[in-house]
């Protein structure tokens, strides 16, 4: 099992480092995320063992299996829909979440993190549903300028606002590119209208189309099939 996921890991990365090259970017500015969800704590123990530094789950059950169980300098990223009234299982688990999109989810992490401490903080993305499918969750694009508006006049403390986050149109390698166009564009708007320095992440790209994420500026890819292989 170890040396197919160290095979598959090794590509990806290769992957990584020819897009970043072939687009004029510096690979240091791109962060890869081994998304583990249903995956088993030993693939993942056996991931983190290659000197892999961050980790994406989908729900808090799935993670509560693993994520006790990992070394202190992984980084665990919350990548899925969370309702509100789980808000209070991320702090002391997950240093970034990846979907925010509402104000009472916003409101409920600043809470939770202020009651487990006052010294961590929570990165936070705000998930924007650029190609406006029913399927998805997230903001749409024209909503994004308000809501950051909104959430920064709360002052919620223990949140870092860092970037966007979308999810391609899947089989639409052209409207996947545009879709991750659309989200940068949008990323450095907020980020100049808003005066917020380190609003600077794109959450985008996957298995099937990360290397056009970052073609297109994404500095944050959530891959799982590439590396785990196909979930049976």
């Known amino acids: 099992m170890s040396n197919s996921l160290a095979d598959n890991l090794s590509i990806v990365q290769q992957n990584i480092q020819q897009c970043a090259e072939k687009s004029g970017r510096d690979v240091n500015d791109i962060h890869l995320i081994a998304v583990s969800k249903t995956r088993s704590l030993d693939e993942v123990k056996a991931v983190a063992s290659l000197g892999q530094k961050h980790f994406g789950e989908n729900t808090i059950q799935d993670a509560m299996t693993k994520i006790p169980h990992l070394q202190q300098d992984v980084e665990w990223h919350f990548i899925g ?3 509100s009234k789980k808000a209070g299982k991320l702090p002391g ?20 993190m202020m009651h487990h401490t006052k010294n961590s903080v929570l990165n936070c993305l705000i998930q924007v549903n650029v190609s406006g499918e029913a399927t998805k969750s997230g903001l749409m694009p024209d909503e ?19 970037g966007l986050m979308t999810i391609g149109v899947k089989g639409d390698e052209q409207q996947t590119r545009n879709a991750f166009a659309e989200l940068r564009i949008l990323q450095e708007r907020c980020k100049a209208e808003f005066g917020l320095q380190n609003f600077d992440q794109l959450s985008m790209g996957m298995s099937g189309d990360y290397c056009l994420a970052i073609e297109e500026g994404a500095t944050l890819v959530r891959v799982g099939t590439s590396i785990f292989g196909q979930r049976t």
Do not use: G
């Open 144 to 162: 994004v300028n308000p809501f950051l508006q909104q959430l920064l006049k709360l002052e919620l403390p223990c949140l870092q606002w860092r």
């Open 93 to 112: 688990y997950f240093q970034w979440i990846h979907s925010v999109d509402s104000l009472k989810l916003a409101e409920k992490l600043s809470s939770a």
């Open 81 to 83: 829909h969370l309702q």
